[in-house]
T-cell receptor, first 111, second 114 residues
């Protein structure tokens, strides 16, 4: 089956720093999604990418759909304490409903 | 607006007991997903319903797991009998249409089987 490798597994940064995380896939995806999960809550969609090469921003967040369709990255600029949480990438391949999730990146922001 | 509602939020039970997790989708959403989240395996899709019909149950681990959607506003995931390895957070997510749109997740049920 499809596998997603998400890195890094965790990051510990100072407030104000920029953050970058990425996902690579063993197969091609048609859609890349980035979610954030706060403690005790379900994942919330941050950014959706639908086309190879697409670069999309949502406030301080920027994500790109890799040209090969096998990777995506998420950048967070000028991090703040409320950015703390687990960030997941997810990809959708041939099926129009099935998402494959990465294992997540745990982000800790030190004020 | 009410999001996806799951109950209970926490469940602690003993091995061998039956466990029933409940989900109320966002009104009007006709696709519903049950996921399981563990440290080891991350988020895994268990079953997908569209218009109350199970479309893909290939992720259901074994016969101890069953899911139903008797109507558009209610779904259950049942584990009988439960085992310690079933301990995880179970999420329900719903979306409009055939499932290719944004999935809205509920807050999850944290299940602990002793």
């Amino acid at each position: 089956g499809q596998q997603l490798n998400q890195s890094p597994q965790s990051m510990f940064i100072q407030e104000g720093e920029d953050v970058s995380m990425n996902c690579t896939s063993s197969s091609i995806f048609n859609t890349w999604l980035w979610y954030k999960q706060d403690p005790g809550e379900g994942p919330v969609l941050l950014i959706a990418l639908y086309k190879a090469g697409e670069l999309t921003s949502n406030g301080r967040l920027t994500a790109q759909f890799g040209i090969t369709r096998k990777d995506s990255f998420l950048n967070i600029s000028a991090s703040i304490p409320s950015d703390v949480g687990i960030y997941f990438c997810a990809g959708r391949g041939g099926s129009n409903y099935k998402l494959t999730f990465g294992k997540g990146t745990l982000l800790t922001v030190n004020p | 607006d009410a999001g996806v509602i799951q109950s209970p939020r926490h469940e602690v039970t003993e091995m061998g007991q039956e466990v029933t997790l409940r989900c109320k989708p966002i009104s009007g959403h006709n696709s519903l997903f049950w996921y399981r989240q563990t440290m080891m395996r991350g988020l895994e899709l268990l079953i997908y319903f569209n218009n109350n019909v199970p479309i893909d149950d290939s992720g259901m681990p074994e016969d101890r797991f069953s899911a139903k959607m008797p109507n558009a506003s209610f779904s259950t995931l049942k584990i009988q009998p439960s085992e310690p390895r079933d301990s995880a957070v179970y999420f329900c997510a719903t979306t409009l249409g055939s499932g290719s749109n944004e999935q809205f997740f509920g807050p999850g049920t944290r299940l602990t089987v002793l």
